[in-house]
């Protein structure tokens, strides 16, 4: 069933139209992502097709009491509200009922002898039964607490950025909705959030169509692809692997028309310029018509594929020594919390090191340490004179409105050495995707993304030797993430890079610091990837030997000598063996019930998640009835 329809829309602002009669359709079991460089108007189609705004021209139509649900890249919350209120705020009447039910609750423990209030819960806890709040509110913590939100009372008003932004992603995946649209739902998720979403969004029935430069998210969750060029909209079927195969073949496809197109009018001019025919009006016509065909070229723009080999300030032998660094923060209830304990590293001139862990725990404050931003409690950090930094941090894009790109870039260099000469402030703008008209705008009139990616170049602008980058991935397109990882393939000099970009970590880096949420750092010889395949195995065999622990502890409520042989069954173990033939007789039917359960609820993570526990304790349980099965049963 076809969920949403435009047909001919156009988005202008002032001179500059983002796109121009274009058409889309989204049906219920669409995931669509949208590509395409900042600036060309993603988030405003998202907002335009969610109805938040109105496109220029064309229109809109709906399936009836089609249900929408919208995520914002920047989310209108309400400071008062706790974690758990804002997911359930205006929401459908057994949200409200919930809400009610959460707040009457609270009240109540801080009032235990309150008869008024005893009743007022018990009451609501009917209403509850009525209209299933106990899986809803189950669900509406579960999810809060998978996106990262551990206290679900903490109010908004003191939260960071980050945080209301996982706050709004858990509000739009636990309201019902027939389409969902997510604009940037990776940013500011660490890696194994993500990969739960990733699942989520796999079972989720219903429309989704969404914005991400995650490429490994794209690949795994998106059946079609929408890519944003030139105002036009472009429709790939499949994943992002297969959109890249199909545009690569549909630009080849251009090319070919386009070289055909500029055959035929050097042919007609050829032929033009060789009779007395050329000097008619006729002719002039066509002359002038064979020239427009050779100066106008159809072909989309190619953007990014030229190398930037730039030439780094130069590094000697001594870099940035790291010696026992300690780092405490104060938590919002004056308790201390580690972030970096003792930790040491000697950076190496040709390092590439990627740094993962969870948020909050003390990745960015390693970087504010290293470029002295921050001092550390204790420990000493030794930086080499001939270092020259480079720091992308996400949280210091400190640009002047009112300044115009162009300006921006050559306050800071006029041009960068690159092996083969030097690139101007101008040509390096256009590499990173600034057309001389934008190059000439105010930094008011950029996106987000634009704004991130202006913030980069002008980074790499200093030319530096020891590069850090804070997340970096966050709001930049997907070909300005191609043009900085093939920055960062010729770059020679130091790199350290805070990413939780599955993809970008593998592409940029071959070693990680690997972060817990308690101070400790651990060091991986290995990019991502590889990472996430150890951590697997280790979690698989300790899993493992938890299960051993588990048996060795069974087998020893039940010892036998070792000078006895096998006994025939007392009663009790008759009894018991029989016992094992209707227990394993029923985990097997639950199994086969799951399996079926498992099926129908697809679309409901959580439930799916709850089964599969469900059933990894029953094999379990399964697997140790039938040894003890076989044991009783060689002496009967």
């Known amino acids: 069933m076809v969920l949403l329809t435009a047909e001919n829309i156009s988005k202008s602002y002032g001179v500059r139209t983002l796109f121009k009669d274009v058409n889309l359709s989204v049906a219920d079991r669409d995931k669509i992502g949208v590509v395409g460089v900042n600036g060309t108007g993603k988030s405003t189609l998202l907002r335009i097709l969610a109805g938040m705004q109105p496109p220029d021209g064309g229109t809109i139509s709906t399936a009836n009491n089609m249900r929408l649900e919208f995520l914002h890249q920047q989310p209108d919350l309400d ?67 998978k996106v990262g939100i551990d206290d679900l009372d903490k109010r ?30 990776t940013n500011h998720l660490d890696v194994d959030t993500i990969e739960w979403l990733e699942g989520y969004l796999q079972n989720r029935t219903g ?92 072909l989309p723009e190619e953007r990014g594929e030229v190398e930037i080999d730039t030439v780094e300030s130069r590094l000697g032998k001594k870099t940035v020594v790291l010696e026992h660094i300690h780092k405490e923060w104060t938590r919002e209830d004056g308790s201390p919390f580690t972030v970096v304990e003792d930790f040491s590293y000697n950076f190496a001139r040709d390092d590439r090191l990627g740094i993962v862990g969870p948020n909050g725990a003390g990745k960015s404050t390693l970087l504010d340490i290293i470029t002295g931003k921050t001092e550390p409690d204790s420990g000493q950090v030794d930086v080499g004179e001939t270092v020259v930094f ?4 996400q949280e210091a894009m400190d640009l002047d409105e009112d300044e115009r790109v162009h300006d921006y870039i050559v ?18 703008l256009e590499k990173f995707l600034f057309s001389r008209n934008r190059q000439w705008e105010p930094i008011k009139n950029l996106s987000g993304g634009e704004r991130r990616r202006l913030y980069l170049l002008g980074v790499l602008m200093r030319s530096p030797n020891f590069l850090l980058l804070d997340e970096p991935t966050n709001d930049l397109d997907v070909e300005t993430l191609n043009i900085l990882e093939d920055y960062l393939d010729s770059f020679g000099g ?8 599955r993809h970008f970590l593998d592409r940029a880096v071959d070693h990680l610091l690997v972060f817990d949420d308690q101070g400790h750092i651990d060091r991986f010889p290995g990019s991502y990837s590889p990472w996430y395949d150890h951590k697997k195995e280790q979690e698989a065999a300790e899993a493992a030997q938890r299960r051993a622990e588990r048996e060795a502890e069974r087998a020893a409520a039940q010892p036998k000598k070792a000078d006895e042989g ?31 359960e498992m099926v129908e609820q697809a679309a409901d993570y959580e439930a799916v998640h709850k089964l599969a526990d469900e059933q990894n304790e029953l094999e379990e349980e399964l697997l140790m009835a039938m ?7 060689e002496r009967l």
């Not at 636990?174 to 739902?185: A, F, G, V």
Request: hydrophobic fraction near 35%; charged fraction near 35%.
């Open 156 to 185: 908004i008003g003191t939260m960071s950025g980050g945080q209301r932004r996982r706050v709004a992603l858990a509000r739009a995946l636990i309201r019902p909705s027939d389409l969902l649209i997510l604009d940037e739902p």
């Open 566 to 596: 096998p006994k025939k069954l007392s009663y009790k173990e008759k009894k018991e063996l029989e016992g094992l033939e209707a227990r394993i007789e029923e985990i097997e039917a639950r199994l086969g019930e799951i399996e079926g």
């Open 390 to 393: 480079g720091y992308y941090d």
């Open 627 to 633: 040894e003890l099965w076989e044991e009783l049963a």
């Open 411 to 428: 306050g800071i260099s006029n041009k960068v050495e690159t092996a083969d000469g030097f690139l101007t402030a101008t040509q390096m």
């Open 207 to 298: 429309g989704l169509l969404m914005v991400t430069h995650d490429r490994y998210f794209l690949d795994r969750v998106c059946s079609v692809i929408i890519e944003l060029d030139q105002q036009t909209l472009h429709r790939y079927e499949g994943n992002y692997s297969t959109y890249l195969e199909k545009r690569a073949e549909r630009y080849e496809m251009l090319r070919k028309r386009e070289e055909k197109r500029k055959n035929l009018a050097r042919q007609e001019l050829e032929w033009l310029r060789r009779g007395p025919k050329a000097r008619t009006s006729k002719s002039k016509v066509r002359v002038e018509r064979a020239h427009k065909l050779l100066e106008t070229s159809h």
């Open 494 to 501: 130091v790199l350290v890079v805070v990413s939780h970009d």
């Open 79 to 145: 400071d008062e509200l706790s974690a758990l209120d804002q997911v359930l705020v205006d929401g459908p009447p057994e949200f409200e009922v919930v809400r009610a039910y959460e707040k009457a609750s609270r009240q109540l423990s801080e009032h235990p002898e309150d008869t008024s209030l005893i009743e007022k819960v018990s009451n609501l806890a009917e209403k509850m039964d009525r209209v299933d709040g106990w899986t809803l509110e189950n669900d509406a913590k579960a999810i809060l607490t």
